[in-house]
């Protein structure tokens, strides 16, 4: 009998993780992907603002420039379980464009995701000469944060896989938001593509995705 559930108790745990291998291979995708001749992002400037009550804070969404990417999804993270921050911008993607994208294939960026940050790892600077060195990867990649304009879209965001190939079109915005206990809470988004640590993510109010043809 001891020797029954102990082959019992195997069996369920390998079923537990071939479920999860599944479900994870299901979210994840193909981090290696890779596709060429996509262009940099565009954006002009842009006026006007939009606000809303979420939770318990009123919102203001400030329009810097309207926004439009297409890119291949590198990575993704949710963060839908976090308080405010995350029911305002749920999930997070990297994107990859230019030359990162093609190559991506050839170069194990090692992509990650984690704390609303995304980070890239390769075994040596050699590797990533092909596409302008660290200081091509910075401008040829980005963290976003991700505010659907509308549940429709925000249907769209939880869509999104790692080795898509996405167009995104929207606003890079500032976000500020207060209670009615004085809790603040504000996101700035950076506003070009050559910049790193600290302030560099871009924050999108997105208003449309779409999928394009690899």
Known sequence: MEFINNKLIKIIV???AAV???FAAANSGNSNNAVAGLPDPVQEEAQGSTSFS???YNVTVDYKYSYDISALVVSTQ???SLDFSG???PRDIALAWGPVAEYNDRIDFNWSQSGRWYRWRTDSYEVIEPVGGVAGVTA???NNHLIPANDDVRKLVKKIHTGDCIRIKGYLVN???NDDKGA???WNSSTTRDDDGDGSCEVIYVTGIEWLDK
Request: hydrophobic fraction near 55%; charge should be negative.
């Open 87 to 89: 029911k305002l911008a």
């Open 140 to 142: 040829h990649s980005s």
């Open 54 to 56: 979420l939770e318990e």
């Open 175 to 177: 976000v500020a938001a």
């Open 20 to 22: 999860a291998g599944f």
């Open 78 to 80: 949710d963060y839908s």
């Open 184 to 186: 603040n809470f504000w």
């Open 14 to 16: 390998v079923l537990a």
